[in-house]
């Protein structure tokens, strides 16, 4: 008689990301509203490389009369606006698959010749800015210039900032090599860190990267949110000099671009273009900070309510209330957010869900995709959004709502503004977004099925603040921080700018919160710090959005419209400008303090909710 065999318990199985050959074309998005194909955006490159040359002809024109000017003007922004769909192309292309040969060599070809182009037109602006204001108003009030108002007057402020003809080119000329730092970083962060797996409470072996590393922060099970957290630090310790190296570089060539331009500093320098006076900035700050006992007592509620002696990093993504699960599908997030958006009227909801059930959306994480999520639209094409969505993972419903918020703006500036005027700042595309992300937070708790579901909502709510005002107030600091040691001539190290880092934490978190040693390296793994003076835009918007939110949900007809103008401004004002006339002004400290206010009323509720 044979023997049985024993049968064997089979291995959970590894999870990994696909490649990109392997996902569904419908969970991809269609880029042919920029270019059918690689031979057609082959046409518009060769098209490109030509116009060159063509800045030749307006040289030592541009006083003469105001027809001269006005075709410089032109032919500039016609060229611009030939390059911008052949830029976004290429860049998305490269999002789609990092390691991909082919996508980083036509992004480095699109930047050679936009180099090439800048240096080109860095005549334009000293030339413009070296004709009397006499004169100049006697151009700009000529039908020709009529356009082009606006932008000259824009132009000459940066007057006392521009250098002559020859050190222009020369800066010019430097515009590849500037951006070095940002490219390493990219490259080591998204295609050569590689952070292996990790168990999630499933048992199921998943591989660990940037886009899976917020998703086991998000899990219940303790021991695999401490074991993903080392395990990714890991890499980052292992690679701290050459990261450090790469900040460093990024914020020397700030300061650097700073002083030659004759800026008080290089936050001076980042604050100018939006004409944002510092007191923005630092109100913000300062208002965080009067706040801290708040954000202390939160961390303490946190701390009791998940049953732990200390609370580390790790444990301050995951939902407290972790055993209520929630799930949805592409479909069903797309349905929630259209509901959610009912308030903004029937145009503003049947264009978004359109794009959201189409092909705007590159949907889902594939092996060497781009980490995070992004919005990046145009003047004549579709406003795409890369996500790596998670159905688990309820922020990834809340990211979608955002970047539909960045993607309905640039919709609404693109139909309204001529091109020279349609791209917004993103000072104000962070109210766009954030405004997206309260309606939808509104929506979620006035449907809440129980209590604990609305403590959940609570807790989502009160943790999307603290990342979005609190925490990227704290990412502000270490910017002011790190680029005033730089202007002040101090080395930028590894030790150097992790204790930097370390010392906000201390103050931000308090005494409750236990600080890794692993933590200090996180200074070193946000990709916003190679833009700098970007993410006090977040903390800013959402505080404008928070106010706005409640503007529009308790008002009428004229409440909308001047939402939806603001939509529709793009940068025809200076932002501050285009929030007064939506409803909100930001250089008062009332909105963050609001905004703050409303966090600590949150904290409150949800401990009496628990």
Not at 251 to 271: C, E, M, N, P
Not at 431 to 458: G, K, M, P, W
Not at 466 to 488: D, L, N, P, V
Not at 496 to 506: R, T, V
Request: charged share 30%; net charge neutral; hydrophobic share 35%.
């Amino acid at each position: 008689m044979a023997a049985k065999k024993k049968s064997k318990k089979s291995a959970p199985k590894t999870v990994t990301l696909p490649p990109r050959s392997k996902v569904k074309v419908g969970d991809t998005w269609d880029l042919s509203s920029l270019y059918a194909d690689d031979k057609a955006w082959e046409k518009d490159f060769a098209k490109l490389e030509k116009k060159e040359k063509g800045y030749d002809k307006f040289r030592g024109t541009l006083a003469a009369d105001a027809k001269s000017l006005a075709a410089c003007l032109k032919y500039d922004l016609a060229v611009d606006k030939l390059g911008e769909p052949l830029g976004t192309y290429a860049f998305l292309k490269t999002t789609e698959d990092q390691a991909e040969d082919e996508g980083q060599r036509r992004i480095a070809r699109f930047h050679s010749v936009a180099s090439k182009l800048g240096q080109a037109a860095s005549y334009i602006a000293p030339e413009i800015q070296a004709i009397s204001a006499k004169r100049l108003k006697e151009l700009l009030d000529e039908k020709p210039m009529k356009p082009y108002r606006l932008m000259i007057e824009r132009m000459t402020r940066y007057k006392k900032h521009t250098l002559s003809k020859k050190e222009e080119r020369l800066l010019a000329m430097q515009s590849e090599m500037s951006q070095a730092a940002g490219k390493a970083f990219r490259q080591l962060l998204d295609a050569d860190m590689k952070f292996g797996v990790v168990k999630n409470e499933k048992g199921q072996s998943v591989e660990l990267s940037n886009s899976t590393f917020g998703e086991f922060l998000n899990s219940p099970d303790r021991k695999v949110r401490k074991t993903a957290f080392q395990q990714y630090y890991q890499q980052f310790k292992g690679h701290e000099n050459t990261l450090a190296a790469t900040l460093s570089g990024s914020i020397q060539r700030d300061v650097y671009y700073a002083k030659v331009r004759g800026y008080d500093s290089a936050l001076g320098k980042a604050l100018y273009a939006d004409n944002i006076p510092h007191s923005v900035y630092d109100n913000l700050i300062d208002s965080v900070h009067k706040k801290f006992p708040a954000i202390y007592k939160y961390i303490d509620l946190r701390r009791r309510k998940m049953k732990l002696r200390d609370l580390h990093q790790y444990d301050t993504y995951v939902p407290i209330l972790s055993d209520l699960k929630t799930k949805h599908t592409w479909d069903q997030a797309v349905d929630t957010i259209m509901d959610s958006l009912i308030p903004l009227g029937n145009e503003y909801c049947s264009v978004l869900e359109k794009g959201l059930r189409g092909r705007w959306c590159d949907r889902y994480a594939n092996a060497g995709k781009q980490s995070g999520a992004f919005s990046c639209g145009s003047f004549d094409a579709d406003p795409y959004i890369l996500m790596n969505y998670k159905p688990e993972v309820l922020d990834d419903v809340f990211t979608l709502t955002h970047e539909a918020g960045h993607s309905m703006h640039s919709h609404y500036s693109a139909g309204h503004q001529p091109y020279q005027y349609y791209n917004y700042t993103i000072f104000v595309a962070e109210v766009a977004s954030t405004f997206n992300e309260q309606l939808l937070s509104q929506h979620l708790q006035e449907n809440a099925s129980s209590d604990l579901e609305r403590a959940y909502l609570i807790n989502r709510d009160i943790d999307a603040i603290r990342g979005t005002i609190i925490r990227q107030t704290m990412f502000a600091e270490f910017e002011k921080i790190s680029h005033a040691m730089c202007e002040a001539g101090e080395p930028l190290t590894v030790k150097s700018m992790s204790d930097a880092y370390c010392a906000l934490l201390e103050q931000y978190f308090g005494p409750g919160f236990a600080i890794d040693e692993e933590l200090g390296l996180e200074c070193f793994r946000i990709p916003h710090f190679y833009r700098a003076f970007y993410v006090y835009k977040y903390a800013t918007g959402l505080s404008a959005a928070i106010a706005l939110s409640k503007r529009v949900l308790n008002g009428g007809e004229k409440e909308l419209n001047d939402y939806l103008n603001f939509l529709k401004g793009g940068c025809s004002k200076y932002p501050l400008d285009l929030l007064r006339d939506a409803g909100v002004d930001m250089e008062q400290p009332e909105p963050v303090d609001t905004a703050l206010a409303h966090f600590e009323s949150l904290v409150d509720q949800l401990d009496e909710l628990l």
